[in-house]
């Protein structure tokens, strides 16, 4: 992860990070073979420099962190969640287009 404006998620940092976070924060379950995972990537990169700031933007490597994965049921991935006041707002499953996730996150953010 080359984005500054991404934090890398763990089942260690989860709860500090999103379950007690004060913005949204918007998560990409993904896995290093996952080739849709790897398409979605610059999208959430770009997502998260454009919502610096106002909206915390995490990854969750499915493989190396099972606990999250299994908590929230992810079975098919790429899994986006969107998180405010770490209840689950939005959950979108497979590629999607940045302007899906930016009306999620204008949505989270207005409310």
Do not use: H
Request: charged letters at 25%; proline letters at 4%.
């Amino acid at each position: 992860m080359a984005n500054a404006n991404v934090k890398e998620i763990t089942d260690q940092n989860f709860e500090q990070e999103v379950a007690k976070a004060t913005v949204p924060v918007l998560l990409d379950f993904w896995a290093e073979w996952c080739m849709p995972c790897r398409m979605l990537a610059p999208t959430i990169d770009k997502v998260a420099n454009e919502y610096a700031g106002k909206v915390t933007v995490g990854k969750v490597d499915t493989d190396a962190n099972r606990d999250i994965s299994m908590k929230f049921g992810i079975s098919a991935i790429p899994t986006v969640i969107l998180f405010k006041n770490g209840e689950i707002v939005q959950r979108f499953v497979g590629l999607r287009q940045e302007k899906d996730f930016k009306a999620a996150i204008d949505a989270a953010l207005a409310g």
